[in-house]
């Protein structure tokens, strides 16, 4: 049962076998260098013993054996400085390529997840896995080092000990199975503590992730005492888990130490009689001295073994449960891939339901033809963004088939569709770095030419330059460098650089000044004409420009046809627009 409960976690080995090689290297350094170690206490008794014949014999011969063994000490510990150095250098790589390789596996794993996993997760307990679990779990390293380094220098030291006198071995044996048994009782309770302590810092980083994204928001609502008084209160929970965790280890360390003093001092009791009787002599019990106490660093360095695998256990735990053994969705990419795409797009029966049973969708049907643009119009919940999420397969319908010029997009390659579609989103996100690493984001390959271009068609070519001359990361994070009009020109630039077959466009125009949107318009309906445009259109102007309208409610398609047709038909559209047009309604569905 003992054995069992001790195993090391398979997940846990099998990270650690990726680093296979500097492991092997390393721990022989260790076992070498604690070897050495051990024989050390030897040789430092035979000089002692040495010293002690000078004292009788005042011989020179005696004397040259003394200088032979201290040159023999000074041997041993050169050997042992190069296995010591092989340790920690072995180690410390195979630490840095376990934790660099593990960060990039779950990062692998994320960017293969659903869009519906981000749904549910706070970014800021995402990144803790990444950062706080990953470096708790490079901990099984040391692990590995301390199972081998403490028992081999307490198993030597033992040796040296039976050598020496074996009745004062048996203290020794007589404290194993105590601390053992003190050792096993605690592990329990100290990986369930250690777990806690894991999940209460995600929750600070979450918390503290999104008050540092959020913080004009508090300012703007004056809510600073009242974030500060709810991020004090997640941090006094986490330090609750964290001291109740370093009670467990302070109970078990001080408590090991103190066994060990008693069998040091019972030993040393042993061989006070012994040396009372004249059977042992001073080099003996000094050589028993070092020897116990490397048998008591040993039984430290065991006991410590308990508190970071019951730490290392718990980072591997949510490692694994957040990320890694998390499914990945059935794989519905297929491998088809268009050698020219006209842009004809049609959903026919299309209806979509969320996991938590929420509808979105029920039974649209429409098409879009090559080189027109189609606006979806409706109120909040409509179901507009869920067609654009279709399209691109963020989401699979629940039933009904999406089709790209005849082909069922469950059929084509993923990746290679998305390549087909710039994506203009409503609420720009820019990465930190300069205006061209923003630019090439999913086309690598664009050259300064194309970026150019595509910056003059979204009018972003004056501003830009500035940033672009200087070549450096200027914009900051999420872009916070530009205003929202720059931000969304420079997006626009972005879809406009993978020259993509379809636009999907999330009222791309709205953070622009009139002026501004005006020839972003202009620029834009240049570039439509030869691709296929989805508008998600909040404002009406917008949804007039579009050949076509999709009038959207609760999920279903109430009316479709151009704007003429709708305005003709008098329907709700007709009746939104004309409330609009005489001042009642505001030019924005939401």
């Avoid at 005696?62 to 201290?70: E, G, P």
């Avoid at 549910?120 to 390293?141: M, W």
């Avoid at 040396?275 to 042992?280: I, K, P, T």
């Avoid at 010029?405 to 993923?414: E, M, P, Q, R």
Wanted: net charge positive.
């Amino acid at each position: 049962m003992a054995n069992r409960r001790f195993q090391m976690d398979p997940r846990i080995k099998r990270e650690l076998m990726g680093q296979k090689r500097l492991l092997v290297l390393g721990l022989i350094c260790t076992s070498l260098s604690s070897a050495l170690y051990g024989s050390s206490m030897g040789l430092i008794r035979r000089l002692l013993k040495d010293l002690e014949k000078i004292g009788q014999t005042h011989a020179i011969a005696d004397f040259d054996a003394m200088k032979i063994s201290t040159l023999m000490i000074i041997g041993v510990f050169v050997l042992r400085y190069f296995f010591t150095r092989g340790q920690t250098y072995y180690l410390a790589e195979a630490v840095a390529r376990l934790t660099n390789g593990l960060r990039q596996r779950l990062l692998t794993k994320l960017l293969k997840l659903p869009v519906t996993y981000f749904n549910e997760k706070r970014a800021g307990s995402i990144q803790s896995v990444l950062t706080n679990d990953v470096n708790v779990f490079q901990s099984a390293v040391q692990i590995l080092r301390d199972s081998i380094e403490a028992p081999l220098k307490a198993i030597v030291a033992l040796i040296l000990i039976i050598v020496i006198q074996w009745q004062m071995a048996l203290i020794t044996f007589l404290m194993i199975p105590i601390m053992g048994i003190i050792v096993q009782r605690n592990a329990k309770k100290m990986r369930i503590a250690q777990k806690q302590v894991q999940i209460d810092l995600a929750e600070v980083g979450a918390v503290t992730q999104e008050v540092l994204q959020g913080v004009r928001v508090v300012k703007a609502f004056g809510a600073e005492d009242q974030v500060n008084k709810d991020y004090g209160r997640l941090l006094h929970t986490s330090l609750k888990s964290q001291l109740r965790a370093a009670l467990l280890v302070a109970r078990l360390r001080p408590l090991v130490e103190l066994l060990g003093a008693v069998g040091l001092c019972g030993a040393i009791l042993i061989g006070g009689w012994l040396a009372l009787s004249g059977n042992m002599s001073v080099s003996d019990m000094a050589a028993l001295a070092f020897a116990l106490d490397a048998i008591n660093q040993g039984f430290r360095g065991i006991s410590n073994l308990s508190s970071t695998y019951s730490s290392v256990q718990g980072a591997s735990d949510r490692i694994y449960s957040e990320i890694l053994d998390v499914p990945l969705p059935p794989e519905h990419s297929g491998r088809q891939v268009l050698e020219r795409v006209q842009g004809l797009i049609e959903f026919r029966d299309v209806s979509f339901v969320y996991p938590d049973g929420t509808w979105a969708l029920r039974n649209v049907s429409f098409s879009i033809q090559p080189g027109t643009s189609m606006a979806l119009v409706g109120p909040s919940g409509a179901g507009k963004s869920t067609i654009a999420d279709l399209l691109q397969r963020f989401y699979e319908p629940t039933s009904g088939s999406i089709f790209l010029d005849g082909n069922d997009i469950k059929h084509l390659d993923v990746n290679w569709l998305r390549s087909q579609i710039g994506v203009v989103p409503q609420h720009t996100f820019l990465f930190a770095g300069g205006i061209d690493e923003n630019l090439r984001l999913g086309t690598p390959d664009a050259s300064d030419e194309q970026l150019t271009k595509a910056l003059q068609m979204a009018h972003a070519e004056d501003f830009s330059r500035e940033f672009r001359d200087r070549n450096v990361p200027v914009l900051g994070e999420r872009g916070v460098r530009l205003s929202g009009g720059q931000m969304q020109r420079i997006a626009i630039a972005r879809a406009l650089v993978r020259d993509p077959s379809i636009l999907l466009l999330d009222e791309a125009t709205s953070a622009l000044d009139a002026e501004s949107e005006k020839a972003v318009t202009a620029a834009l309906q240049e570039v439509m004409e030869t691709r296929t445009t989805m508008f998600i259109a909040h404002r009406l102007t917008t949804a007039a420009r579009a050949d076509s309208i999709l009038f959207l409610k609760r999920g279903e398609v109430i009316e479709q046809g151009s704007h003429i047709e709708l305005m003709a038909k008098g329907g709700q559209y007709s009746l939104l627009f004309k409330a609009f047009s005489d001042g009642l309604l505001e030019d924005n569905l939401g």
